[in-house]
C-alpha cells in the first residue's frame, strides 16, 4: 500500500498536460522524482534464474538487497541451455538443447517459483533467445539448423510459432534492438552476424546482411540507445563495438579491444559505459569501457570468476553482476564501482552442473 501511494503520487506530479517533460520540472520535483525512483528500485521483488544444462535443471533464486543470491530450489528442464526473462516478469523461457525444444514457465511475483506451462517445438540445438522490449515476441536461435525461430507471446498461453529465418552456421545469441527495430544473431562457426529488420506490429523478421569477420561471433548485446552493438569473438578473444545505421540497421565496426582467453556471453552496464564478457577458458571476467558518444571501446582490466565462466547477467539497478560458471558449478556474484566499473567479489552460490544462463525477472 505504501509504494501504491507513493507511485499514485509520483504520477499525480507527472501527469498533468502529459506535455510536461522532466526537464521542466523544478529542483524539488526532481528530487522528489529521483526519490521516487530510488524507493521503487529499491522495492521491487527480483528473483534470478539459472539454466543448468547437464543437470536437466533449471536453479531458482531470490536476488536480495545486497546483490546476494539466495537459493529457492530447482525445477526440472531437459537439457537447458539458456533461459530468458520477459520484461515484466510474466514468463521464463527455457532453451532444450537436445529435444530441440523450448519450455515455457509462469513466474509467480511473490515467490519467484517456477510452474511449467508447457513445451513447444523448435529447431535443432536451440541456443540464445531474447524478448522484444514490448514483451510481444520472443526469438529464439537454433544452432544446428542454422536458423531463428520466431514467436508471438500470449497471455497465460504458449507462444505461437511465427517462422522461421536462416542465419549463419551455428548461430548461438541473438539480440533485439531497444527499439523493436532489428535483430542481431551470432553466428560461431559461420565467424559472423546476421542483421535482420523487425516488423514491430507482427515480430517477422526479414535478412538485412551478413556483417562478416567476426571469428567465433558469441556474446552479443545493444546499448539502450540502439545506437551501438557490441559481440565477442570467442576465436580472436576480443570484444568489438558497431555503431548501428539508424535508417537500415547495418553495422560499421568502430574498434576492437582483447578480452581474456575465449568469451562467450557479455552485458553491458545500464549506463551503457561499461561491457562485461566472461572468458571461458581464462576463468575471468573483461571489464570494458565505452565512449558513449562513439561506442569506442577500451580495455579496463578483468577479475577473477569460477572455473570456466559461461554466462553473464547485469543487475537491473547496475549495482551487480552474475557470472554462471560451468565447471565449478556455481554462480559469482559481484559489486559493481559505478564510477570505474571495477568489480568486487560477493562471493559464490551453488548451482546444478553445467550452468551456462542466467536471467532476472523484475515486477
Same mark, same amino acid.
Request: hydrophobic share 40%; net charge positive.
Given at each position: 500500500m505504501k509504494r501504491m501511494v507513493i507511485a499514485l503520487a509520483f504520477g499525480t506530479l507527472l501527469a498533468p498536460g502529459c506535455a510536461r517533460s522532466f526537464g521542466d520540472s523544478n529542483s524539488s520535483d526532481q528530487v522528489f522524482a529521483l526519490m521516487v525512483s530510488t524507493y521503487l528500485t529499491q522495492n521491487r521483488p527480483r528473483f534470478a534464474y539459472a539454466a543448468n544444462e547437464s543437470a536437466n535443471t533449471v536453479s531458482m533464486y531470490r536476488v536480495e538487497s545486497s546483490g546476494l543470491l539466495s537459493p529457492l530450489g530447482t525445477v526440472a528442464s531437459s537439457s537447458p541451455s539458456t533461459v530468458t526473462v520477459d520484461p515484466s516478469g510474466r514468463f521464463a523461457f527455457v532453451s532444450n538443447n537436445t529435444p530441440s525444444?523450448?519450455?515455457?514457465?509462469?513466474?509467480?511475483?511473490? *515467490?519467484?517459483?517456477?510452474? #511449467?506451462? +508447457?513445451?513447444?517445438?523448435?529447431?535443432?540445438?536451440?541456443q540464445g533467445s531474447a524478448v522484444d522490449v514490448t514483451g510481444s515476441f520472443f526469438y529464439l536461435v537454433n544452432q544446428t539448423a542454422a536458423?531463428?525461430?520466431? /514467436?508471438?507471446?500470449?497471455?497465460?498461453?504458449?507462444?505461437?510459432?511465427? +517462422?522461421?529465418?536462416a542465419t549463419g552456421?551455428?548461430?548461438? =545469441?541473438? $539480440?533485439?534492438?531497444?527499439?523493436? =527495430?532489428?535483430?542481431? $544473431?551470432?553466428?560461431?562457426?559461420?565467424?559472423?552476424?546476421?542483421? /535482420?529488420?523487425?516488423? $514491430?506490429?507482427?515480430?517477422?523478421? *526479414?535478412?538485412?546482411? *551478413?556483417?562478416?569477420?567476426?571469428?567465433? $561471433? #558469441?556474446?552479443?548485446?545493444?546499448?539502450?540507445? +540502439?545506437?551501438?552493438?557490441? #559481440?565477442?569473438?570467442?576465436?580472436?578473444?576480443?570484444?568489438?563495438?558497431?555503431?548501428?545505421?539508424?535508417?537500415?540497421? *547495418?553495422?560499421?565496426?568502430?574498434?576492437?579491444?582483447?578480452? +581474456?582467453? #575465449?568469451?562467450?556471453?557479455?552485458?553491458?552496464?545500464?549506463?551503457?559505459?561499461?561491457? /562485461?564478457?566472461?572468458?571461458?577458458?581464462?576463468?575471468?571476467?573483461s571489464i570494458t569501457s565505452v565512449d558513449t558518444t562513439t561506442g569506442f571501446l577500451t580495455p579496463v582490466g578483468s577479475v577473477a570468476a569460477g572455473t570456466n565462466p559461461f554466462g553473464v547477467r547485469m543487475h537491473p539497478t547496475g549495482a551487480f553482476l552474475y557470472v554462471a560458471n560451468t565447471g565449478s558449478l556455481d554462480i559469482s556474484m559481484f559489486a559493481i564501482d559505478q564510477t570505474t566499473g571495477g568489480l568486487t567479489s560477493l562471493g559464490s552460490v551453488p548451482t546444478g552442473a553445467g550452468a551456462k544462463s542466467i536471467a532476472i525477472a523484475s515486477f
Open positions: 525444444q523450448f519450455s515455457t514457465f509462469t513466474i509467480d511475483s511473490n *515467490t519467484g517459483m517456477l510452474s #511449467a506451462l +508447457g513445451i513447444s517445438a523448435t529447431g535443432a540445438n536451440p536458423t531463428v525461430s520466431m /514467436y508471438r507471446i500470449n497471455s497465460g498461453a504458449l507462444p505461437t510459432a511465427n +517462422g522461421t529465418i552456421t551455428g548461430p548461438v =545469441r541473438v $539480440a533485439i534492438d531497444p527499439k523493436s =527495430r532489428f535483430a542481431f $544473431a551470432t553466428n560461431f562457426t559461420g565467424n559472423s552476424i546476421s542483421l /535482420y529488420t523487425m516488423n $514491430a506490429s507482427t515480430g517477422s523478421l *526479414t535478412a538485412n546482411g *551478413t556483417q562478416a569477420s567476426v571469428f567465433g $561471433a #558469441a556474446g552479443i548485446c545493444i546499448d539502450s540507445t +540502439g545506437r551501438f552493438l557490441f #559481440a565477442n569473438s570467442n576465436g580472436g578473444a576480443l570484444v568489438s563495438s558497431a555503431s548501428i545505421n539508424q535508417g537500415t540497421g *547495418t553495422l560499421t565496426i568502430v574498434n576492437s579491444v582483447a578480452t +581474456g582467453n #575465449a568469451p562467450l556471453e557479455l552485458a553491458i552496464h545500464p549506463s551503457n559505459r561499461f561491457l /562485461y564478457s566472461a572468458n571461458n577458458t581464462a576463468g575471468t571476467v
